[in-house]
DNA sequence: TATTGTTATACTCTATAACTATA
DNA sequence: TATAGTTATAGAGTATAACAATA
């Protein structure tokens, strides 16, 4: 469709071919995207996937992952709640909601305390250890965000979050 | 932490519990996110589902995903690309590409021609009804972004383009 | 030795369906 | 009969490691 005029076969392009080996037909940079730019979904993505891995590796030294933290501040924020209220809320499939909190139940940071109203449902509570350790993510998270801020700046985050309001 | 005076069991709360049964302890919007709002990872997180979910709906009659449309436009832009450098520009697993590659080979939109330069490469090209496809593809893609017009506004998706143009 | 494409494994996440115990 | 939590399965997606052919 477009750029039909673009390289047709595999030959090294002119430059580059000389080093030790390893030559490369294309640098990343030098290769269109076309359409894909211009698509908010494909750019979003990509930031996301960025996003993401600076929260797994600044979260590292404890071990949250961006779910697992979003499980922990919604429980945080409003103990008592069912599974399914938390499920719901963070658009997580009570399926998936069971193993995470499996996972946080092992290592002690939540309990889940069979409720009298409703005995097929679980109040979900932080332990005492669990609300200590949620206020070191806190602060993991916010060292987090200022990665994000170095990354596009003040004022864009600022925009972001603005225009993304609805979607939380 | 915070918000620890909130409800601490499961009994409804006062208004509510009235219908045919099916009493929720909370509606949805009434559970607050503390510190998840204010991440500019959750709410880029929300938002990128939501237009994953969409493209996936408007692209559904055609049968594709994002990430096929992006190896698709990637290499309608540029023929003859090596599956290594379709892998890296677009963030890729080269051993996931394969699998997809795999698979619109199989829908004949794409083949792999040996490479005469390096025998070790395959040159990637659209086939004929792979171009026409990919246009039409194109024309749905449009679509999409025209529901992410509507749903954030026409100046905020600029806007956000704007701010991700370094993550493309 | 290093790289390309491939196969394989494991773990995360999403999407379902079905089961149990309650309601 | 419907719902909450659970178990199980299947498919995407990510992250690795290893292998054959080739450089």
């Known amino acids: 469709m477009t750029a039909s005029t673009a390289r047709t076969d595999t030959r090294p392009s002119p430059r580059k071919r000389a080093g030790n080996g390893a030559a490369r037909q294309h640098d990343t940079d030098e290769i269109g995207l076309d359409a894909l730019v211009g698509h908010a979904g494909y750019a979003v993505r990509r930031f996301q996937i960025w996003i993401f891995q600076d929260f797994i590796r600044t979260l590292g030294e404890v071990g949250i992952r961006p779910t697992q933290y979003s499980v922990l501040t919604v429980i945080g924020a409003n103990p008592g709640l069912s599974q399914m209220a938390v ?55 916010a060292e987090h965000e200022r990665h994000v801020e170095e990354k596009i700046g003040k004022a864009n985050r600022q925009r972001l979050l603005r225009i993304l309001a609805g979607f939380t």
Chains 1, 2 share one sequence.
Not at 87 to 116: C, F, M, P, T
């Open 87 to 141: 499920a719901n809320r963070l658009g997580i499939e009570r399926a998936r909601l069971v193993h995470l909190l499996d996972s946080l139940e092992q290592r002690k940071l939540v309990k889940r305390i069979k409720s009298k109203a409703d005995r097929r449902s679980h109040a979900l509570h932080l332990t005492a250890p669990g609300e200590t350790a949620l206020a070191k993510f806190k602060r993991l998270a």
